[in-house]
């Protein structure tokens, strides 16, 4: 370990180029991902926790299965589908970052709309009446739901950023793990172990871990602002 | 109830914790054990690499013709890896090298634009995108006399040893290499962990690239994965190393004949697959006759060896050389009686390397792959 602590030090001090470009390819594919299936995951999610229509159960458990789907698989639906020889061929679009973005969101959007539709219909009630007693319309009704839902949407945003940062299943499917392209942290950590560098691949993950942890701090903070 | 409900939750999670700690933290354990080793830098290793380098004379002349005649290649080389000295740390030393069945070819394959891709369903695809243009450029240059020096003198400096030999009567390219336009810039290259993993494609692709402006992407998997690739329209060109699945990928039409040559397969390089295996060697390999004899000195002592089983070029080879009595093949039925020695890793050469370190196993590796290994002190 001490070995791997060591080189991950060095490997940031030394500038290393190809590590910058990994570090630059991670941070477009996981801030993108994240950010986009919060954009669709929260108003569906919204929906579903304050709706009342036929089927929003059914609708729950598909979003919840979803949540489970293995990311290899998402890949390699993914990978078929952007095939040379699959539907979307004309795209263009296997082997670049923009594909592993869409896989992750389909990934990721599902956990986004589950956890916030839990928070959501268990404050649904209680706010429906607050806003009955204040006399809101529907209008002030959602704006005042969205406001109890700034906590539970950041802690959200880091479950979705924390899912797609340690992903490697779907992307390395979809990426390729390209040198200079798509490779990522984790697809560079597989790489790695795969020849045998187990002590290069702890030193890659002791970096991301590190990442992951100023990410948190820095959501965390703004958390706790925003919703005070 | 509720908070007793919730005691519960935060007792069971802080097991858990404890509990995913207590297995994650043995498991890293391998790793820090080599710590002394791989604190050093590869300096000491390169040390008694040195001995090959006298050797390399011999062995780059004897395989210059890698027929069926080439016996005394085999008689003379298994001698010498005793004289090496063992680098400390790694046990896994080589046990049987140059013999005719361990040849390792490595062979260029352009795929055919109009080749009868179907996608996943069997239907027929027509207008994949395949840049042929590319994959004859990069053909061209791998078979020009630019990129076959480069090719073999690969890990001269490093190793002292070529890592790659060229193959005897290999395609030779002495045209012009059309340089690369915007529609033809990408090359998708898919390809076998050992040329990637060796350093060989870092070595020589930045000079194509930085000379006729292309791009190169590579993807490298094992062989299987490599093939199947291009047989999804992913790939313009492969460069694989199993003779009968590339056999395979040309009868099915998926490869095409370049202007100028007069094969789909245009095998250039070679090395030799070697049998390796702790320093003592139980089973008695350095004293059988042939290869085989020694996977069947193997199987009979049922000691541990570790198969890539990822349908890699390694893997198809390791099965060749099984005893026919024994039925192992790519499928999983085939060894389920063995699975006391035979370890089907699923895994790439470099991860098998340390596994068969760590389980004092046998193992058949290509001898690029394995030389990194063992300059890298078994950490690689």
């Not at chain 1, 996981?30 to 950010?35: G, M």
């Not at chain 1, 929906?47 to 390699?76: S, Y």
């Not at chain 2, 390219?173 to 336009?181: K, L, S």
Request: aromatic residues 8%; contains cysteine.
């Amino acid at each position: 370990m001490q070995t791997a602590l060591q080189k991950a030090i060095e490997l940031i001090l030394s500038g290393d180029r190809e590590l910058a470009n990994i570090l630059l390819v991670t941070a477009r594919t996981c801030v993108s991902s994240s950010l986009i299936s919060l954009l669709i995951g929260v108003p569906i999610g919204i929906w579903l926790g304050t709706g009342r229509f036929r089927g929003r159960q059914a609708l729950v458990v598909i979003f919840r299965t979803l949540m489970g789907m293995p990311p290899v698989v998402c890949g390699l639906l993914m990978y078929m589908l952007f095939s040379g020889v699959g539907p979307f061929r004309r795209f263009k679009l296997l082997f670049t970052v923009t594909i592993m973005i869409i896989a992750q969101v389909v990934l990721i959007t599902p956990l986004v709309i589950a956890n916030l539709e839990t928070y959501v219909s268990s404050v649904a009630d209680t706010v429906r009446e607050t806003a009955r007693g204040l006399g809101f319309g529907r209008w002030k009704t959602l704006l005042l739901l969205s406001n109890e839902c700034i906590y539970p949407i950041f802690s959200t945003y880091l479950l979705a950023f924390a899912r797609s940062i340690a992903e490697v299943g779907a992307v390395s499917m979809v990426g390729g793990a390209i040198a200079w392209k798509t490779n990522v942290m984790t697809t560079a950590i597989m790489l790695y172990t795969n020849r045998g560098d187990f002590t290069l691949g702890i030193a890659l993950g002791i970096i991301l871990i590190a990442i992951s942890l100023l990410v948190n701090i820095a959501v965390t903070v703004m958390q706790r602002r925003l919703s005070r | 109830m509720k908070k007793t409900l919730a005691l519960l939750l935060t007792l069971v999670l802080i097991l858990g914790l404890l509990a995913g700690c207590g297995s994650s933290g043995s498991s890293p354990a391998p790793a820090s054990s080599e710590t002394p080793a791989a604190s050093e830098p590869p300096a000491s290793p390169a040390a008694p690499e040195t001995p090959a380098a006298s050797e390399a004379p011999a062995a780059s002349e004897s395989p210059a013709a890698p027929a069926e005649s080439e016996t005394p290649a085999a008689s003379e080389s298994p001698a010498a890896p005793s004289e090496e000295p063992e680098p400390a740390g790694v046990n896994t030393v080589i046990l049987k090298e140059a013999d005719d069945k361990m040849i390792n070819t490595y062979t260029l394959l352009a795929v055919n634009p109009d080749a009868p891709f179907v996608d996943a369903d069997g239907n027929p695809v027509s207008d994949v995108a395949v840049n042929t243009a590319g994959a004859e450029a990069l053909i061209d240059w791998f078979l020009s006399a630019e990129g076959k020096k480069l090719a073999a003198d690969y890990g001269q400096a490093e190793y002292g040893d070529s890592l790659f030999y060229l193959l005897d009567g290999a395609p030779v390219y002495e045209g012009e290499i059309t340089p690369a336009t915007d529609e033809t810039g990408t090359i998708r290259l898919s390809t076998t962990t050992s040329v990637n993993d060796s350093g060989l494609l870092g070595a020589l692709l930045p000079v194509f690239e930085s000379e006729y402006g292309y791009k190169v992407e590579i993807q490298s998997a094992g062989t299987g994965k490599a093939i199947a690739a291009a047989k999804y329209g992913n790939a313009d060109l492969i460069l694989v190393h199993s003779k009968s699945q590339e056999e395979t990928f040309v009868a099915d039409g998926f490869a095409t004949v370049l202007p100028g040559f007069e094969s789909e397969r245009l095998s250039f390089l070679y090395n030799y697959f070697v049998l390796c295996g702790p320093a003592d060697d139980p089973a008695g390999v350095k004293d059988c006759a042939s290869v085989l004899d020694a996977f069947a000195a193997i199987a009979d002592g049922k000691y541990p060896f570790i198969s890539r089983g990822d349908g890699s070029g390694t893997h198809t080879k390791e099965l060749s050389l099984w005893p026919e009595a024994l039925g192992i093949t790519a499928e999983a039925d085939s060894f389920a009686d063995y699975t006391d020695w035979y370890v089907s890793a699923n895994a790439g050469m470099g991860s098998c390397l340390v596994m068969a370190e760590q389980m004092g196993a046998y193992i058949l590796t290509d001898k690029a792959t394995f030389l990194t290994f063992q300059a890298n002190n078994g950490v690689m």
